[in-house]
């Protein structure tokens, strides 16, 4: 049996445990499984010369304080820049972690990953999936890995190539016709931003064989709606957010 159907996914921490650690980072990534978490979630672009990394935005501006943008930067060169210190000084020397190295992380862990591919420019989809894919494969018999994505082109290359790969199909805004995408695909989740999630369209999609994952949910209040209404789990920057006492927000 996949390893993923054994590992339920009620809780995603996202980005790593972010609130407590720079997010995308390994220290990140660490702390989300020490404080329990089953999966985390973590954005995967490509470096110049196509070395997959863990980065949300193209651009290093916002978690490296410089004006350059991941594609421009070999991964040697990249090293050169810490992703922390803009969240604490003791994590000043974090580097931008390899795809590779969040997955041994989870290994060592016996966690999960779900790697969000988010390629820099629409026309590097299937290269930034192929590069993705080549990194993950090795791993996909000994820990669970889910990938998803905003661009249909990345989705649809793993539909082509590497059909086993589970997939997960994301939606910030409304699609009525997410059924027929998701079932195109042959996902196995839907990751749907939270917002989006009325209670009439929560019944919807739970009404179908896909896992319903909301993101990002950081209030327990919310978080504890949502299940009622039938989601399977929730992403979150709080590890912990399910295992506090009760619900105070
Ligand atoms: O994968 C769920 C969530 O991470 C999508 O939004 O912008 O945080 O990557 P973002
Ligand atoms: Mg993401």
């Not at 995967?44 to 421009?72: F, K, M, Y």
């Not at 790969?165 to 695909?185: I, Q, R, T």
Request: net charge negative; proline share 5%.
């Amino acid at each position: 049996m996949d390893l993923l159907f054994k590992t339920p996914f009620t809780l995603i921490a996202h980005r790593g445990a972010n609130l407590l650690a720079p997010e995308n980072t390994l220290p990140a990534f660490a702390l989300a499984y020490d404080m329990g978490a089953a999966w985390v979630e973590c954005d995967a672009v490509l470096t110049a010369d196509h070395v997959p990394v863990i980065l949300h935005d193209r651009n290093l501006l916002r978690t490296a304080g410089q004006q350059v943008n991941i594609d421009e930067l070999n991964y040697d060169d990249l090293q050169k820049y810490n992703v922390g210190a803009y969240f604490a000084k003791e994590h000043a020397h974090t580097t931008v972690p390899r795809l590779e190295d969040v997955l041994e992380l989870a290994l060592q862990y016996g966690r999960g990953v779900n790697v969000e591919i988010k390629p820099v420019l629409p026309e590097y989809a299937a290269l930034t999936a192929e590069c993705v894919c080549t990194v993950i494969e090795p791993y996909f018999s000994r820990i669970p890995v889910l990938v998803s994505s905003f661009e249909w082109d990345c989705l649809l290359w793993y539909k082509k190539h590497s059909p086993k790969v589970n997939l997960g199909y994301l939606m910030s805004d409304w699609e009525p016709d997410w059924k027929e995408k998701a079932l195109e695909l042959n996902a196995i989740s839907l990751h749907c931003d939270e917002t989006i999630l009325t209670q009439k369209r929560i019944e919807c999609l739970t009404d179908s064989i896909f896992a319903v994952l909301a993101y990002t949910v950081n209030k327990r209040t919310r978080a504890e709606e949502l299940f009622k209404a039938g989601i399977s789990g929730i992403f979150s920057d709080d590890p912990q957010l399910l295992s506090k006492g009760e619900a105070n927000d």
